[in-house]
């Protein structure tokens, strides 16, 4: 109710004062506005019409060569020269490279591991890798203790809660090694060669 008679207010204020600014629009305004619209036709209509519809075209014609991707192209030379797209193996390989510089190419290193390791074992069971993960976490799936050990020091969670798994670790024993894990998914992705025809 009240926005009503709010609304109804202001109306009622405007109504005197549309007179006094509808003489202002008109003498101050559209005046001036004329006057610039005037300016700027007369200065077009005084340049040559062939140059101005030359350049006109001459950048059309730049834009449509542009998009058809015949235009002339900018190589970057140095340091910022564009790079192909890092293979899933060549990523995997820089990760193990900065594994010691930090907890982030740790983590990285772990998520990519954990979902190779979800997936392997997805293909192999004939299941989804989201089954595998939910299987993992209720313990239905046993994994070995250094290659579970391993993807549980570097699960996601707070670095403080990740911090404490890693002592917890450290002082039950050496610190998970990425190589048991390797070992792990290499012996899963083994193919009998001893299949019968």
Known sequence: MRRWLLLLLILLLALPLAGFFQGWVQEVLLIELARL????????????????????????????????GWGWKLERKGPGKWAAPESQVQM??????????????????SQHLNTLLCEVLAYRGHITPAAVRRRLRSGQIELPP????????????RPARRRLRKRAF???????????????????MEVSHDSKH
């Open 37 to 68: 619209y005037w300016s700027i036709r007369l200065l077009v209509e005084s340049l040559p019409q062939v140059g101005l519809w030359g350049t006109f075209l001459a950048i059309v014609l730049l834009v449509a060569v542009g998009s058809l």
């Open 92 to 109: 995997l390989a820089r990760w193990i490279q900065h594994a010691d510089e930090g907890e982030y190419f740790h983590w990285s290193l």
């Open 146 to 157: 250094e290659v579970d050990a391993y993807l549980q020091t570097w699960r996601p969670g």
């Open 170 to 188: 450290r002082a039950n024993g050496p610190e998970p090694s990425l190589e048991s894990v390797v070992q792990f998914l290499e012996d899963q």
